[in-house]
């Protein structure tokens, strides 16, 4: 009965009403309105006990539910019976599925790095490429003594892109054809006098900087500079001149064809130290952005709003002399052991992300993912033998925090340029007042 008269109310363009409380279509619902409530409930029938909807009347009296037509208001059977209006249905459930999740028309789900939608039944993905690739993290464990390293699902990088992780987890643009060209500089040494391992933190305790996390900005270029400067500072000082300079400085400062988050050159990083110099961290605090440049460009570290140190009576800013290139292997080894660690620039494959441990070398698994340049510090060396025989690697610094690889480093593959490590190592030497170089009985190499 109430099908037929609904399908009578479209033909003759009459409204479609809520017909009985027996009717439970959810299309109804843009018809709720305060219609009895505010003219009452009336107990005989009257045209004037009625109020219009939709280019008719609808009535709140008691025979509007007549059995030859219902044409009671919509909230009369809430407000003058007391029934209430039954919400609507819930969408039915669709086909589409997530893991063990049933999803309704247009739910959205996150699948790590990518958003999806539920579509007609079907469960439709974005197809970007996640840092956190788990056939890349269950290969590598499947066979950690064939790769020479272990994988893992970090946190902090689940949830993001590649091409996110590439921009603002690196930050270090390719070196300038002309810089490339640079000869690296000559040591006369014995290769062989060279010890097998070699570890800067133990060599130089308490003087070395610590690990830090670049969070998601492209600044690798201006924590390596900073920290292999501070290192420096504090080793040929023998620790008179123990600082850890701000990178922060340079990203904000440095502004002369760098790129701040998104990336800097490291030789310009070095010529900006050596003409202008930085101030200390606690002057001018790592916040992980482009912040702006507070202090002036010139000047002693009061001139920037900087104190000075207390165990020393430096008053100007920290500079560095002109950065200079390292060779080979062997260079790169005997240069640490005389002055502390050194900046290299290393090509980032997909698979470093996920690295927790072991001595790295880059996969075959993702080598059509994107790629880019990655600022670290060497800080030692050492060997390991395996089944396959004795393998040199690189202690290296990263700047993605101490919860990332082995606290914070990364052992890589030494002696093969393995991620073009050797390519372009470079350091610097600072500028140490000659008192305190001479009351050291410090040695320039």
Not at 35 to 40: D, R, S
Not at 95 to 116: E, G, I, P, W
Not at 331 to 342: A, R
Request: net charge negative; with cysteine.
């Amino acid at each position: 009965m109430i099908s037929k008269l609904l399908l009578g109310c479209v033909l003759t363009s009459m409204p479609i009403l809520i017909l009985g409380n027996s009717l439970r279509d959810d299309d109804f619902a843009d018809l709720r309105g305060p219609y009895c409530e505010n003219i009452g409930c009336c107990s005989s029938r009257r045209d004037s006990c009625s109020v219009p909807i939709i280019g008719t009347l609808c009535y709140c009296d008691e025979f509007c539910n007549s059995t030859r037509v219902n044409d009671c208001c919509p909230d009369y059977w809430s407000h003058c019976r007391g029934i209430p209006f039954p919400e609507p249905a819930p969408p039915p459930l669709t086909s589409c599925k997530y893991k063990d999740r049933a999803l309704r028309q247009n739910d959205t789900v996150q699948d790590n790095c990518n958003k999806c939608v539920c579509e007609r039944g079907d469960l439709m993905c974005e197809q970007n490429v996640c840092i956190i690739d788990s056939n890349i993290i269950e290969t590598i464990n499947r066979d950690p003594e064939n790769f020479g390293w272990t994988a893992t699902n970090y946190s902090q990088f689940w949830g993001h892109t590649l091409d996110e992780g590439v921009q603002y987890r690196l930050g270090t643009l390719p070196p300038q054809r002309f810089v490339m060209t640079m000869n690296p500089v000559q040591r006369i040494y014995d290769p062989n006098s060279l010890p097998r391992e070699f570890d800067s933190n133990l060599v130089w305790p308490g003087l070395i900087t610590g690990i830090q996390d670049q969070g998601w900005c492209g600044s690798s270029w201006a924590i390596s500079t900073a920290a292999v400067a501070s290192d420096r500072y504090g080793i040929v000082s023998k620790g008179k001149e123990a600082v850890q300079l701000s990178a922060q400085n340079l990203i904000s400062c440095d502004t002369q064809g760098q790129q701040s988050c998104s990336g800097g050159h490291l030789d310009r990083a070095w010529s900006f130290t050596k003409a202008y110099g930085l101030v200390d961290e606690d002057c001018f605090p790592y916040v992980a952005r482009n912040e702006r440049c507070t202090i002036k460009r010139r000047g002693t570290l009061e001139a920037a709003g900087c104190r000075p140190p207390v165990y020393s009576d430096r008053r100007g800013r920290y500079t560095v002399g002109p950065a200079y290139r390292l060779g080979n292997e062997t260079d790169i080894m005997y240069e640490i052991t005389k002055s502390g660690p050194v900046q290299a620039t290393i090509k980032v494959y997909h698979d470093l992300f996920v690295y927790t441990g072991g001595i790295y070398k880059h996969t075959d698994l993702a080598l059509n993912h994107k790629q880019g340049y990655h600022s670290v510090r060497i800080v030692g060396w050492g060997e390991e033998n395996t089944y396959r025989g004795t393998i040199k690697y690189w202690k290296v610094a990263n700047s993605w925090g101490t919860n990332w690889g082995e606290n914070g480093y990364f052992r890589i593959l030494r002696g093969e340029n393995e991620c073009e490590i050797e390519s372009f190592v470079i350091a610097s030497w600072p500028h140490i007042s000659r008192r305190i170089l001479l009351s050291n009985e410090v040695n320039i190499i």
